[in-house]
């Protein structure tokens, strides 16, 4: 029996983002070739317009004529849409317990680990910080409100962050954070992509407070992540696209999930608003990037996604954690 036709996988992204990394490693570790659609660092993105989107985050990912928003989202669906051996811990699992909360502990915000390595960087090294263009469009992506929290405190939030790694996850001397030592899993991924992004940037990190001798399992962690991750480029073709070809590539492609379950009128939003399949609604992230709201019609939601149609016709897949969703007025609807 010949093995099942991988459907096409369209990744936006720019390199350096460390969100996109995720989902760049995943692929590499998986050996599941891609096509990718290079981003502007700022806005604007004609490419992302024309899939009908207004979101503004990266990265994006499309597989078959789907595309899902928020690496949150887009991890469990290469593991459950992409035939092939798994990268995520057995379900059911203590493994799987401690995979989903590194999850949170790295990619929940505001407040949490990412903000804080933001607040890390080094702004003399990296030109593209101190570009007064780059610092308006961050402006917009971040908001306002909070209290300013300084590098000091930054740093310390690191540092407790690297040595629970080091003191915990990490301290029986184990190759990978799920144990065995077939390479890295998921539960990798989930816990490396900060640190390993700030040890990268020369300056990020005071090495008097964060380096290889006072943290030692991680740095050969790390070390080995690297490797691992720079062995398996190896093992996947990645050809890069414009925009308007990725659009085609995604509109011609099968869908990869059937129906998406429908509206679950269990779920309290959708008895709040008394949404139903077809209505027009907002779909926004409420952390980072919100003030750019994405409506379409209504095609499912769950406790897990809501799904929607833009006015381009692409079904576009969000996670509900992060997220929000209200319908659009009906006055506003019949325009
Ligand atoms: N929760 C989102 C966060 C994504 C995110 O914050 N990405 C950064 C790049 S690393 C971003 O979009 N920055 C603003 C921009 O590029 O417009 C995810 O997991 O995908």
Redesign the pocket.
């Given at each position: 029996m010949s093995s099942p036709v991988p459907p096409p996988i369209v990744l936006y992204h720019y390199p350096f983002?460390?969100?996109?990394r995720r989902i760049v490693w995943y692929l590499r570790l998986r050996g599941i070739s891609y096509l990718q659609c290079l981003q502007p660092?700022?806005?604007p993105r004609p490419d992302i317009s024309l899939l009908g989107l207004k979101y503004?985050?990266?990265?994006i990912l499309s597989i078959g004529r789907d595309i899902y928003l928020?690496?949150?989202l887009i991890l469990p669906k290469l593991e459950s849409l992409v035939p092939g051996p798994p990268l995520s811990a057995p379900p059911g699992s203590p493994s799987l317990a401690l995979q989903s909360l590194l999850s949170l502990w790295t990619?929940s915000s505001p407040g949490g680990l990412f903000a804080h390595a933001m607040n890390l960087l080094p702004g003399a090294d990296l030109p593209l910080l101190r570009d007064p263009a780059f610092q308006r469009d961050?402006a917009d992506?971040v908001g306002g409100g909070g209290a300013r929290v300084s590098r000091e405190e930054s740093m310390g939030a690191i540092r407790d962050a690297v040595a629970l790694l080091e003191g915990t996850v990490l301290a029986d001397g184990r190759e990978w954070v799920l144990g065995g030592e077939g390479g890295p899993s998921l539960g990798d991924i989930e816990a490396v992509w900060v640190v390993h992004w700030l040890t990268g940037l020369k300056g990020a990190l005071d090495e008097r407070v964060v380096s290889g001798e006072k943290f030692p399992r991680v740095y050969a962690w790390l070390g080995r992540f690297q490797r691992a991750v720079e062995e398996a480029k190896g093992r996947v073709e990645v050809r890069t696209v414009e925009g308007e070809e990725a659009r085609g590539v995604i509109s011609g492609a099968e869908r990869v999930e059937g129906g998406c379950g429908g509206v679950d009128g269990e779920e309290p939003v959708v008895r709040k608003y008394g949404l139903r399949e077809g209505d027009l609604v907002e779909v926004w992230?409420v952390?980072?990037?919100s003030a750019h709201v994405d409506v379409g019609r209504l095609v499912g939601l769950s406790a897990v996604e809501v799904v929607f149609e833009t006015d381009k016709g692409f079904r576009v897949h969000a996670p509900r954690d992060?997220f929000r969703v209200k319908p659009v007025k009906r006055a506003e609807a019949s325009l």
């Open positions: 983002s460390p969100y996109a660092p700022i806005l503004r985050r990266i990265p928020d690496t949150r990619t961050r992506f992230p952390d980072t990037g992060g």
